[in-house]
């Protein structure tokens, strides 16, 4: 499939993205991302970018000619296998060193297998350190019109010199632009569907990938399986995605589009859509099934009161929130001494989205006892809840919405997909585990990126989180006993410094018949703090822990301990979502015994 000359420059000159400022002599890298998504882990065969600062002098310089050679004006990049083996040079495609701006680009030779590796950039004589990087076998990116990774993407039409965009505009270089059509070919353009021996040097491809690599585009979450999905002849890294925009397809300016390869998902971007006839893509409509506009529409995480009496007025409100969390669980088998403590991790993503309607909800809005979800509580105060707690608002209506499917969440290690599914009572879920629940696996600190494709109750909506650094509770043998006379004292590591950390525990007994009494206590610290003590007064309120017979077997019944680090919410518009907020989470629990 050949391709002509312009295209390279577009789509290659786009992985330019800012770096730090020049300040240093001996490199020093600072980011190591793939040349599409701008997240880590690479492909073999794909274009790569180095960021930081001293990686090559002043002035922007290219190959002339292929194959790309492994030195570039005096500077090169290498990978040594962590496992132990030899530096393996790469292909050099640019030297920028312009406006305090430092950054190289390269491809990795098809032949460098998967691995872990470290990076290092030799200027002249001086080397850098070196920075760890993963390869897998394919981590598909798609080249976006900003070079954000994020938004429009960067898609040609019709096989020809015409640039998908909201509207006809005039020309971008030599590129028309206009929104695509349905029945359109589309060619996004990007890099990372894996290996290709005969790309390498320039001259050759090994043709179309659909199949080795169970390669299919995902548009607004339906599959399509590609034209041609593969190398673009003559250009070593840079993938082609050629596909048909379905006869019906929505019509709007944010379809979400994203490539899988061997069951790697891309990042996810937008292409905008229009009637053959239409000079732009309309906008996305209205949500017709939830809350309508509002006029005080607020921009904080929690409502302001105008907001509140507005709902109040209107008789219903619709809210939505969109979470990703870490849990780390701590399990003892207390009938057994001696069994080591079970310890499992994850990492899972979530999202509701719900109308909430009725005569209560004015009370459940501004009522102050029991607290309603928006009070944000005070450090140093402990509360106490019986287990045979009664619903307050027992005139309140809550229906699930649905927000489309799949939601997806994009971070520093790739992108997850959260699907819609239904429970047995027929609300809507959205959930997935999405990692294992451990540094390196997927929620690292760093930014995320939350997107929805929306339906006809829910718009569509983009927004985006910083993970905090990881929350690490300390001293995690000393919580399987819990001395109610002596109070408690946790500590902990990490997590957002501008939020709270939520501390509770439960104990409950059962008597002859069953049924269970106790009760449970929640208590909040500042999360710069590093400790909380929970006092006797209050651990002593919750039963001693107590064996339980049953069926002639006799067990204890633990109670439970956990600590939540929850960051600082961000709150982002939907159409027809009054509220939505995402956040991310760090969560600890035990299984304790009270005495």
């Not at 993205?17 to 300040?23: G, N, R, S, T």
């Not at 290690?413 to 047995?424: E, L």
């Not at 982002?572 to 969560?587: C, E, H, Q, W």
Request: hydrophobic share 35%; charged share 10%.
């Amino acid at each position: 499939m050949m391709t002509p000359k312009p295209y390279r420059q577009l789509v290659l000159g786009v992985a330019l993205v800012l770096a730090a400022p020049l300040f240093a002599q001996t490199p020093n890298i600072t980011a190591v991302l793939d040349a599409g998504a701008l997240t880590s882990n690479l492909a073999p065969g794909s274009v790569f970018a180095i960021k930081g600062a001293g990686l090559s002098g002043p002035g922007f310089f290219q190959p002339g000619v292929l194959p790309y050679p492994p030195v570039l004006n005096g500077v090169s990049i290498s990978l040594t296998p962590v496992a132990g083996g030899a530096e393996l040079p790469m292909m050099m495609v640019y030297d920028y060193n312009l406006g305090g701006v430092n950054q190289l680009a390269a491809v990795i030779p098809s032949t460098v297998p998967p691995g872990e590796y470290d990076v290092r950039v030799k200027n002249g004589a001086a080397v850098s350190a070196p920075f760890r990087t993963r390869v897998i076998p394919r981590k598909p990116g798609i080249v976006t019109a900003d070079a954000s990774g994020s938004g429009i993407a960067q898609a040609t039409l019709e096989g020809k010199l015409i640039l998908q965009r909201n509207s006809v505009m005039g020309k971008i270089g030599v590129f028309d632009t206009r929104p695509a059509h349905p029945g359109d070919r589309m060619d996004l353009w990007g890099t990372g569907l894996g290996a290709d021996v005969a790309s390498d040097s320039g001259t050759g491809t090994s043709g179309d990938q659909t199949a080795a690599g169970q390669i299919r585009v995902l548009l607004n979450g339906v599959e399509i399986v590609p034209i041609y999905a593969g190398r673009s002849y003559g250009y070593p890294g840079l993938d082609q995605i050629a596909f048909t925009i379905p006869n019906n397809v929505a019509l709007k300016c944010d379809n979400a589009i994203q490539v899988r390869a061997g069951g790697t998902l891309s990042n996810l971007v937008t292409i905008a859509t229009s009637a053959p006839d239409a000079t732009s893509c309309p906008a996305s409509p209205p949500a017709s099934g939830a809350c309508p506009p509002r006029a005080n529409a607020g921009t904080t995480s929690t409502p302001t009161q105008a907001e509140l009496n507005e709902w109040i007025a209107s008789g219903q409100m619709c809210s939505g929130t969109f979470s990703i969390s870490r849990t780390v669980s701590y399990s003892t088998d207390f009938d057994a001494p001696g069994t080591p403590v079970t310890v499992t991790r994850e990492d899972t993503s979530g999202a509701e989205f719900a109308k909430v309607t009725g005569p209560d909800l004015a009370p459940y809005l501004t009522n102050t006892s029991p607290p309603p979800g928006y009070q944000i509580p005070a450090p140093g105060v402990c509360n106490i809840f019986s287990l045979n707690i009664t619903n307050p608002y027992p005139n309140l209506s809550w229906t699930f919405l649905d927000a489309g499917t799949p939601l997806t969440v994009t971070g520093p290690n790739g992108a997850r997909n959260v699907p819609r599914s239904t429970n047995s009572v027929g609300n809507f879920v959205y959930y997935a585990k999405t990692g294992a629940g451990t540094p390196g696996n997927w929620m690292d600190s760093g930014r995320y990126t939350f997107t929805g494709p929306g339906s006809s109750a829910v718009g569509s909506f983009t927004g985006s989180l910083v993970v905090p650094a990881e929350f690490v509770v300390t001293n995690t043998s000393a919580y399987a006993t819990i001395n109610r006379a002596s109070g408690l004292t946790v500590t902990w590591t990490g997590g957002d410094p501008d939020t709270l950390v939520f501390i509770n525990g439960s104990s409950y007994v059962a008597d002859q018949s069953g049924k269970l009494t106790g009760a449970a206590f929640q208590c909040y610290e500042n999360n710069t703090a590093g400790r909380f003590t929970v006092p006797a007064s209050v651990l002593q309120q919750l039963p001693a822990s107590a064996a339980i017979s049953a069926g002639g077997f006799s067990f204890t019944m633990p109670g439970s301990l956990g600590l939540s680090s929850i960051s600082k919410a961000v709150r982002a518009p939907v159409p027809g979502i009054d509220i939505f907020t995402l956040d991310s989470s760090y969560n600890y629990s035990f299984t304790s015994v009270y005495r």
